[in-house]
């Protein structure tokens, strides 16, 4: 069994950064897209940036030039590097190591307040 979390979520101004991590357990880290999603309250939950096992990015419109995912295979790490934070980010973090047909592992999430 995979274990996900996520750290780094909490309170910050529009305009300001937080970094994101996320660790998932196991011996075969590099084998994982890894995947942030959000949800917003009253919302459904929408994929914000995901990596590929070979490093391929991808984001969505809502936070391109803004988020920066990255992954630190040694360290079975992967982060979102979020700036220019705006009120509209603030949402419940969610981090997905996802194997494909052989099934995702969901953490429990992350808080993150942007607000003044």
């Known amino acids: 069994q995979v274990e996900v979390a996520e750290s780094g979520g909490g309170l910050v101004q529009p305009g300001g950064s937080l970094r994101l991590s996320c660790t998932a357990s196991?011996?075969?880290?590099?084998?994982?897209?890894m995947e942030w999603y959000r949800q917003a309250p009253g919302k459904q939950r929408e994929l914000v940036a995901k990596i590929s096992s070979d490093n391929e990015t991808m984001y969505a419109d809502s936070v391109k030039g803004r988020f920066t995912i990255s992954r630190d295979n040694a360290k079975n790490m992967a982060y979102l590097q979020m700036n220019s934070l705006k009120p509209e980010d603030t949402a419940v973090y969610y981090c997905?190591?996802?194997?494909?047909?052989?099934?995702?592992?969901w953490g429990k999430g992350t808080l993150v307040t942007v607000s003044s």
């Open positions: 196991g011996n075969i880290f590099e084998a994982f897209g």
């Open positions: 997905n190591a996802d194997l494909g047909i052989f099934g995702d592992y």
